[in-house]
C-alpha cells in the first residue's frame, strides 16, 4: 500500500493550493482520511479529516479557509487550501486507515511542501 500526495509548491500570501493524495495497492476499503501539516521546528498537527460517509472535522486555524475532499472510487483525498497565510508553511502529510484483508494500519503519504511567502 503506498500513499503519493501532490500538489504542494510555492505561492504569496492570500493564494490558494490543492494538495492530492492518492492510495494504491491492494485495499480492501479506507476509512478515515486526512492531512497533517509540520511546521520547522514544530511538531506534526492535524489539519483536516474525512470519514468514509464525508463527515468533515477541521483545526481551528484551517476552518473557513481550507476544504477536505475524498474521491472514494479514485482512493484519493483533497486539500483545498484558500486565503493562505505565512503560518501555512509546512510540510502536508496524508494519512488514511486502510484494511487490507483483515489487518488495518495507519498509512502515511510522503509529505509535499507548501511554502508561502509574505
Known amino acids: 500500500v503506498q500513499l503519493q500526495a501532490s500538489g504542494g509548491g510555492l505561492v504569496q500570501t492570500g493564494g490558494s493550493l490543492r494538495l492530492s493524495c492518492a492510495a494504491s495497492?491492494?485495499?480492501?476499503?479506507?476509512?478515515?482520511m486526512g492531512w497533517y501539516r509540520q511546521a520547522s521546528g514544530k511538531q506534526r498537527e492535524l489539519v483536516a479529516s474525512i470519514t468514509s460517509g464525508g463527515s468533515t472535522n477541521y483545526a481551528d486555524f484551517v476552518k473557513g479557509r481550507f476544504t477536505i475532499s475524498r474521491d472514494n472510487a479514485k482512493k484519493t483525498v483533497y486539500l483545498e487550501m484558500n486565503s493562505l497565510k505565512p503560518e501555512d508553511t509546512a510540510v502536508y502529510y496524508c494519512?488514511?486507515?486502510?484494511?487490507?484483508?483483515?489487518?488495518?494500519?495507519?498509512?502515511w503519504g510522503q509529505g509535499t511542501l507548501v511554502t508561502v511567502s509574505s
Open positions: 495497492g491492494s485495499i480492501s476499503s479506507i476509512s478515515d
Open positions: 494519512n488514511a486507515d486502510i484494511r487490507v484483508l483483515f489487518r488495518r494500519n495507519i498509512y
